[in-house]
């Protein structure tokens, strides 16, 4: 993903929206592992936070991969 934000120079809404789906995929994966590995009461806190977890981390990434990569004018 950094490669390709690097190369073609990605929006940040297009980095916000992938970084939320991979993060959601992270987090379902995480969820049902936690039904094992957690007791109850770390479960129920696990999965409320779950549910906002990938969409403060997408928009904390694009804000960082658009300083990093942003359009740079040509001169």
Excluded: C
């Excluded at 490669?3 to 980095?15: K, S, T």
């Excluded at 992938?18 to 936690?34: F, P, R």
């Excluded at 997408?58 to 658009?66: D, E």
């Amino acid at each position: 993903m950094i490669y390709y934000i690097n190369r073609h120079r990605a929006h940040p809404w297009l980095v916000a929206v992938v970084s939320a789906l991979i993060l959601t995929i992270v987090e379902w994966i995480a969820k049902d592992y936690g039904k094992v590995w957690y007791f109850n009461r770390w479960y129920i806190i696990w999965s409320y936070a779950s549910y906002f977890k990938p969409m403060v981390m997408a928009y904390v990434y694009s804000l960082i991969f658009y300083k990093m990569f942003k359009p740079r004018n040509p001169s």
